[in-house]
């Protein structure tokens, strides 16, 4: 089963590389580093799922769970920033469930002409979903990059 998944999420790093990457746009680059960051923390939690002892199993997941947060965080980021500067909320509007709940909010905020604001607290939500993970990484690297100590002599 594990090979399978593995399988699976490699076919879907490729065809979702091939779809982001068709034209190049800053958007399109925010988002496929979004979209690799996510693919990524895939990969480490599989990896340290299946292929660790327990202690290096724990600090992986750590990671992979950080990753997959930071790359939900970039994905808000970069689609309430589109909202806000091109002030239409259509990349929220469902094609396929234009009568859900989701779909009918975002109407309705279109129709009070705040779509601006709108994608602002989308990228405030984004950066408070990417903060923790963030700090997080940022501190596993100062750990690493701390050089030890000799332990004072008596």
């Avoid at 790093?13 to 690799?36: K, P, Q, Y």
């Avoid at 939900?72 to 239409?88: K, P, T, W």
């Avoid at 989701?102 to 408070?128: A, D, K, M, N, P």
Wanted: charged share 10%; glycine share 10%.
């Amino acid at each position: 089963m594990r090979w399978i998944f593995l399988f699976f999420a490699a076919l879907l790093a490729a065809i979702g590389n091939a779809a982001i990457f068709e034209s190049v746009s800053l958007a399109r680059v925010v988002g496929g580093v979004a979209f690799n960051l996510f693919m990524l923390s895939l990969l480490v939690i599989w990896w340290f799922s299946y292929c660790s002892g327990a202690f290096e199993k724990t600090r992986g997941l750590v990671v992979g769970h950080a990753l997959l947060m930071l790359s939900a965080g970039i994905g808000l980021v970069d689609l309430g920033a589109s909202a806000a500067l091109s002030d239409s909320c259509g990349s929220f509007i469902s094609s396929s469930k234009p009568y859900g709940l989701r779909s009918q909010f975002v109407i309705y905020i279109q129709s009070l002409s705040y779509c601006r604001e709108f994608g602002f607290g989308v990228v405030l939500l984004g950066l408070l979903i990417a903060s923790p993970s963030i700090r997080l990484l940022l501190d596993i690297t100062r750990r690493t990059s701390r050089q030890p100590t000799a332990p004072a002599e008596f």
